[in-house]
Structure formats: C-alpha cells, structure tokens
C-alpha cells in the first residue's frame, strides 16, 4: 500500500490564480480530511469527507472546496488564492477500528506559497 | 473550535532521559491519538486511545487515556537522538467526525 499520497509536493502561486491540490489513499478508508498547518502551529481542520459523494466543511472552510467523487481520491480546490492560504496542506484518511473507534493516517503534505 | 492545550510547547532533554508530555481539553473526547512530526513531513501516528483509564504501550512510547476523558499523557522513556521533533496530540468528540489537534510539543534530545 502507498498509504496517502498528495500532489504536488511544493507549489507557489500568485495571488488569484486557481489550483487544485490532489489526495489518493489505497487502503479504501471512507473517511478523508483536508487540514492546514501554519508555522508552529496544529493542523486545523479545512474539510472533510465521510464517503464518496459526502462532504462537509471542517473549522476553516473559506477560500477552499472539495469533491468526492470516489472512495479514493479527495481534491482540494483553491478558486482565487489569498496570501493568507500560504502553508502547508495535509490529506489524511481514517477507518473504524469499531465502534466509535477511528485511526487517521497522514499523507506527507503540499506546501503552498502564495505571493 | 475546539482548545486542545498542549504542553510543554518544548523540552531540550539530555539523551537517557524519561520524558513527558499532556493534552488537555474543556470537552469530553472519545479518541485520542498522538503524532509524530519530522520536518518537511506528515505527522506520523504513534498511539490510539479508545478508553477512559487506557494505556498503551509503543516500544518506549506509553499513552494514556485520563479518567475524566479530558486529558490524555504521553511518556517518552530513555530518549535517543532520533526522538527529535514535535509531537500533537488529536481529540475526537463524541458527536461529529472531527479531530481537533494540540499546537504541538517540540522535543530537542541533546546527545
């Protein structure tokens, strides 16, 4: 399993210019999430997916969307880009161990530099 | 959103030393894991706690899961060089699918 994987690794875009961050995992999780991680920081939650057709926003939705076509993938859309979406974005997928019991996994994130 | 205090923000440690780290937050959470950051790259998880009072052990890593549901530990014991960078925590409520994280505990282990 290649677990998480993001593309790309590292982009700058300039201010109002679109992109699309993409996110597959391989292990049929149901759950996905997008976060961002400012310099010293915690990750806050931007969206988030708990199936294929299913998504719903997270604490900082502005400025982002997403889709979920399928179980695998879960892009992240930037439709104009703002200095303040300058950071590091992470994908993460989950499962239910049981009941009330899930496991998030990582994806080794984009770093994004708007300017 | 949800506070998850963290803390310490940062420990320099001597190598051989025990360390330990905590998570507290004002709401009641039913999962709590904890992460591994190196620079440049995506947390990694270390632990998951299910259950109040919950203990788990990873190598030298141990976790737990406080009794009040609102609190959750993690020990580090003989630390080595490669122990080095920041540590979250993450809680989920249990009502919604949201994980709130911890600012993160930076550890420096001087060798």
């Known amino acids: 399993n290649a677990g998480v994987t993001q593309t790309p690794k590292f982009r700058i875009l300039k201010i109002g210019q679109s992109m699309t961050l993409q996110c597959t995992q391989d292990?049929?999780?149901?759950?996905m999430y997008w976060y961002r991680q400012d310099p010293g920081m915690g990750l806050k939650l931007i969206y988030y997916s708990v199936g294929a057709g299913i998504t719903d926003k997270g604490e900082v939705p502005n400025g982002y969307n997403v889709s979920r076509s399928t179980t695998e993938d879960f892009p992240l859309r930037l439709e104009l880009a703002a200095p303040s979406q300058t950071s590091v974005y992470f994908c993460a997928s989950s499962y239910l161990r049981g009941a009330g019991q899930e496991t998030q996994y990582f994806g080794p994130g984009t770093r994004l530099l708007v300017l | 959103g949800q506070q998850l205090n963290q803390s310490p923000q940062s420990m320099f440690i001597q190598e051989g030393e025990d360390v330990s780290m905590n998570c507290t937050s004002s709401?009641?959470?039913?999962?709590w894991l904890w992460y591994k950051q190196d620079p440049g790259e995506g947390p990694v998880l270390l632990i998951a706690?299910?259950?109040?009072?919950e203990l788990t052990s990873n190598g030298r890593l141990t976790a737990q899961f406080g009794i009040t549901r609102k609190d959750s530990f993690l020990n580090i014991s003989a630390s080595i060089p490669s122990d080095v960078g920041i540590y979250f925590c993450?809680?989920?409520?249990?009502?919604?699918?949201?994980?709130?994280f911890g600012t993160g505990t930076s550890l420096t282990v001087i060798p």
């Open positions: 709401s009641i959470f039913n999962t």
């Open positions: 706690l299910y259950k109040a009072g």
């Open positions: 292990m049929n999780h149901n759950y």
């Open positions: 993450a809680g989920q409520l249990d009502t919604g699918n949201q994980f709130y």
